[in-house]
Nanobody, 124 residues
């Protein structure tokens, strides 16, 4: 089995910064693509960012481009999401996700594995 565990969610003021972490365990060799999704109350879960195995290819949602940065450690078992210039509309539960596939830039990520989420709340 693959387990994904997120951490780092917190209450922050608008304009502040936060870093989320996701650590994988189990069959981590199959996680070629990892990324982040988020879900706000009453809304659909939406894609935030993803990164490939080497860390050389990243994709961001337009809503976070220029503010958020995704990265991956050398062991490939942990990913991070650095969030700067946070806005109240960033408030959501953030989920770590993983796929065994290499995903073309124009194609949406369809995760096979999910974490349980970490709450990010941005106050105005």
């Amino acid at each position: 089995q693959v387990q994904l565990v997120e951490s780092g969610g917190a209450l922050v003021q608008a304009g502040g910064s936060l870093r989320l972490s996701c650590t994988a365990s189990g069959r981590t060799f199959s996680m070629y693509t990892m990324g982040w999704f988020r879900q706000a109350p009453g809304k659909e879960r939406e894609f935030v960012a993803r990164i490939n195995w080497s860390g050389g290819s990243t994709v961001y949602a337009d809503s976070v481009k220029g503010r958020f940065t995704i990265s991956r450690d050398d062991a490939k078992t942990t990913i991070y999401l650095r969030m700067n210039s946070l806005k109240p509309e960033d408030t959501a539960v953030y989920f770590c996700a993983a796929s065994s596939r290499s995903i073309p830039a124009a194609q949406a990520m369809a995760p096979e594995y999910w974490g349980q989420g970490t709450q990010v709340t941005v106050s105005s």
